[in-house]
């Protein structure tokens, strides 16, 4: 039920923040821009989230809320990045290969965040979706490498 409810609270959080900041961006763009102008905004309420939630989840500020909450920060960078790449896409190679590093890493520690307790399979929906978004993050800006700047 936990997992609904986050999966709730992101995908709510993304329409949000796309319909605030995204919504004239997404009338220019084609459909394949538009689900990464989505993605995008997906990875910032990912970590928006993660950072506003965290007192919630941990009863003390110590290390592991620390830890917490800085990767909240380092996944809302993550997805800023590639809102910047899709803003800048054409012309700023050195955007494009941040971005797709940033997506490989933050890919990288959803998969060992999924799969913390070992070889056993991910443990619930929300890290499923996690990796998937961060791979069709990655695949996005990999694939929009040589579009025209709109």
């Known amino acids: 039920m936990d997992a609904l409810i986050m999966l709730t609270m992101w995908s709510g959080a993304t329409v949000l923040l796309m319909g605030l ?12 821009l538009r689900l990464y102008l989505a993605l995008g905004w997906a990875l910032v309420s990912l970590g928006s989230i993660q950072m506003l939630f965290t007192p919630l989840r941990f009863g003390s500020f110590d290390e592991n809320a620390l830890w917490f909450a800085t990767s909240g ?5 993550t997805g800023a990045l590639n809102l910047l790449n899709l803003v800048r896409r054409a012309d700023a190679r050195v955007i494009r290969r941040l971005c797709l590093a940033a997506n490989v890493w933050i890919t990288l520690v959803f998969v060992a965040v999924a799969t913390h307790r070992g ?12 990796v998937v978004v961060a791979v069709a993050a990655t695949e996005m800006a990999w694939a929009d490498r040589g579009t025209a700047s709109t």
Do not use: C, N, Q, T
């Open 119 to 130: 070889a056993e399979p991910f443990h619930d929906p929300v890290s499923v979706v996690m």
């Open 73 to 77: 920060g380092a996944i809302i960078l």
């Open 21 to 32: 900041f995204g919504r004239r961006r997404w009338a220019l763009l084609g459909p394949s």
